[in-house]
């Protein structure tokens, strides 16, 4: 067990979260946490400010466990490629109605994007003017930098975290560009074509020592040279894609099914989603990077390679449409053939009718808390006990395959929180043995 007890810096002064991408999520996220400030909502499905912990006094609240920044103390900016302010931006958004945003209007409509830094070739049916002008890539990432500076001294922050709420960009795969930090500060100067925009807000968040979560599935932080600057600075990294929607149900189906030893001859999995993150996943370069991402959950969790009798043959297929009567209530369905006892099989149907933006929020906040925390403990690279988060975790050692089990997740997330207050662990080896009491 590592001891951070005593290294823990308390959450003093105001916390500024930068939102590269204020989209429906980012919205949808600074909007519930002003109506949760003034009573007006609760802030469902966060850990941060609603989950407990088993500790020796019993069942805590997480909050009231670590030191986490306080709602009160969060200051809201970010990049856009649209101008609109975040009320404008949350309407077109619609995901959250008139009540919830009209008593937080005013504020809302203060927060504008700044410029963002953006290449169409990334994101190929988004047409948005609001974008940085530069001469080469180190110029535009030079800009973000200072973006992140005025913003830090404006709204008197003492800490900034950064969260990738941006489009999914093309699939590329990491590259001699990506390979050390020096070969991509050489690509920053001579504008390499491989380096996506939001590398660049990546890279100007750890030069600047700046926690970065990557909520969409781009291969951004998850690349050598970003994981270099992140060790230099200091900095703690989490990617990728936030794990909501269907993902989040296999993740929690999956390992009830591998518990009981049932087999699964075929997992397809459909859904049909109307926003504007719906559209940019309409290209299949796009796609491409989020069915790569959504594709790599169930066999870390069913190891076919172990259990070739249950798992062996079995055909995952995932599909996105774009259906624009559907908005941001995406309907998701999944058929699951299994097989029990003596091979008969049986069939699993799920349709599940979300809310993509309300599930994604809530995980936003945490992933921002909680790096803002790793940051006080002195952490630094790849933090894995984020993956609960994720759809497709990275990992400190690339080599091996990220835990996709919820369950898993949760102790190990719950364990590393004990490791900051210093108070014993239980082993994630133990898990059987171990369960949280019921939450009182
Ligand atoms: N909502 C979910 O459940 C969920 C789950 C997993 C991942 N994600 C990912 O989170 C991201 C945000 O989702 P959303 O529903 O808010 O999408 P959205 O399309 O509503 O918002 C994304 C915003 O990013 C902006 N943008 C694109 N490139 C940019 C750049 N280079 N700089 C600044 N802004 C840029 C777009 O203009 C847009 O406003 C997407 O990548 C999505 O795939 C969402």
């Given at each position: 067990?590592?001891?951070?007890?005593?290294?823990?810096?308390?959450?003093?002064?105001?916390?500024?979260?930068?939102?590269p991408?204020?989209?429906a999520?980012?919205?949808?996220?600074?909007?519930?946490?002003?109506?949760?400030?003034?009573?007006?909502?609760?802030?469902?499905?966060?850990?941060?400010?609603?989950?407990?912990?088993?500790?020796?006094?019993?069942?805590?609240?997480?909050?009231?466990?670590?030191?986490?920044?306080?709602?009160?103390?969060?200051?809201?900016?970010?990049?856009?490629?649209?101008?609109?302010?975040?009320?404008?931006?949350?309407?077109?958004?619609?995901?959250?109605?008139?009540?919830?945003?009209?008593?937080?209007?005013?504020?809302?409509?203060?927060?504008?994007?700044?410029?963002?830094?953006?290449?169409?070739?990334?994101?190929?049916?988004?047409?948005?003017?609001?974008?940085?002008?530069?001469?080469?890539?180190?110029?535009?990432?030079?800009?973000?930098?200072?973006?992140?500076?005025?913003?830090?001294?404006?709204?008197?922050?003492?800490?900034?975290?950064?969260?990738?709420?941006?489009?999914?960009?093309?699939?590329h795969?990491?590259?001699?560009?990506?390979?050390?930090?020096?070969?991509?500060?050489?690509?920053?100067?001579?504008?390499?074509?491989?380096?996506?925009?939001?590398?660049?807000?990546?890279?100007?968040?750890?030069?600047?020592?700046?926690?970065?979560?990557?909520?969409?599935?781009?291969?951004?932080?998850?690349?050598?040279?970003?994981l270099?600057?992140?060790?230099?600075?200091?900095?703690?990294?989490?990617?990728?894609?936030f794990?909501?929607?269907?993902?989040?149900?296999?993740?929690?189906?999956?390992?009830?099914?591998?518990?009981?030893?049932?087999?699964?001859?075929?997992?397809?999995?459909?859904?049909?989603?109307?926003?504007?993150?719906?559209?940019?996943?309409?290209?299949?370069?796009?796609?491409?990077?989020?069915?790569?991402?959504?594709?790599?959950?169930?066999?870390s969790?069913?190891?076919?390679?172990?259990n070739?009798?249950?798992?062996?043959?079995?055909?995952?297929?995932?599909?996105?449409?774009?259906?624009?009567?559907?908005?941001?209530?995406?309907?998701?369905?999944?058929?699951?053939?299994i097989?029990?006892?003596?091979?008969y099989?049986?069939?699993?149907?799920?349709?599940?009718?979300c809310?993509?933006?309300?599930?994604?929020?809530?995980?936003?906040?945490?992933?921002?808390?909680?790096?803002?925390?790793?940051?006080?403990?002195?952490?630094?690279?790849?933090?894995?006990?984020?993956?609960?988060?994720?759809?497709?975790?990275?990992?400190?050692?690339?080599?091996?395959?990220?835990?996709?089990?919820?369950?898993?997740?949760?102790?190990?997330?719950?364990?590393?929180?004990?490791?900051?207050?210093?108070?014993?662990?239980?082993?994630?080896?133990?898990?059987?043995?171990?369960?949280?009491?019921?939450?009182?």
């Amino acid at each position: 067990m590592k001891d951070y007890n005593g290294l823990l810096a308390p959450a003093e002064g105001k916390l500024g979260i930068l939102l590269p991408g204020m989209g429906a999520v980012a919205t949808t996220l600074i909007a519930g946490v002003l109506a949760v400030r003034k009573g007006e909502g609760q802030p469902i499905g966060s850990l941060t400010q609603m989950g407990k912990i088993r500790t020796a006094d019993g069942n805590q609240l997480i909050k009231d466990f670590v030191p986490l920044a306080s709602l009160d103390d969060v200051e809201f900016g970010g990049w856009d490629v649209y101008e609109d302010n975040v009320y404008e931006a949350s309407l077109k958004a619609e995901v959250l109605g008139y009540k919830t945003l009209q008593p937080v209007r005013a504020e809302l409509e203060a927060l504008k994007p700044m410029k963002a830094a953006f290449d169409p070739h990334y994101v190929k049916n988004l047409d948005g003017t609001h974008v940085k002008q530069f001469t080469t890539k180190l110029d535009l990432a030079e800009q973000v930098i200072a973006d992140i500076r005025n913003f830090k001294a404006e709204r008197e922050c003492s800490r900034l975290v950064m969260v990738w709420c941006g489009s999914t960009e093309i699939y590329h795969e990491p590259s001699e560009t990506h390979r050390t930090l020096a070969a991509f500060e050489e690509g920053l100067r001579t504008s390499a074509a491989n380096i996506a925009p939001s590398m660049i807000y990546a890279y100007a968040a750890l030069k600047e020592g700046v926690p970065f979560v990557n909520g969409a599935p781009n291969l951004t932080v998850d690349v050598p040279a970003l994981l270099e600057l992140a060790a230099l600075t200091n900095t703690p990294v989490a990617g990728k894609d936030f794990k909501t929607g269907q993902t989040l149900m296999k993740t929690i189906l999956a390992p009830g099914l591998s518990a009981r030893a049932l087999g699964v001859r075929g997992w397809f999995s459909t859904n049909i989603l109307g926003n504007r993150d719906g559209l940019v996943l309409d290209d299949p370069d796009n796609f491409k990077t989020k069915e790569v991402s959504k594709l790599s959950v169930l066999d870390s969790v069913f190891h076919p390679e172990e259990n070739p009798e249950l798992y062996g043959d079995m055909y995952h297929k995932v599909r996105i449409n774009y259906y624009p009567p559907a908005g941001d209530n995406k309907e998701s369905w999944d058929n699951i053939d299994i097989f029990g006892w003596l091979n008969y099989p049986m069939q699993i149907k799920i349709d599940f009718l979300c809310r993509d933006s309300i599930l994604a929020a809530p995980l936003v906040l945490d992933l921002a808390l909680f790096s803002d925390l790793a940051k006080r403990a002195g952490m630094s690279g790849v933090q894995e006990w984020l993956s609960f988060y994720l759809k497709s975790p990275q990992t400190t050692d690339p080599a091996v395959r990220p835990e996709h089990d919820i369950f898993k997740q949760l102790v190990t997330l719950h364990n590393t929180l004990r490791d900051f207050m210093g108070v014993s662990r239980v082993e994630t080896s133990n898990l059987e043995q171990y369960q949280d009491e019921p939450v009182a």
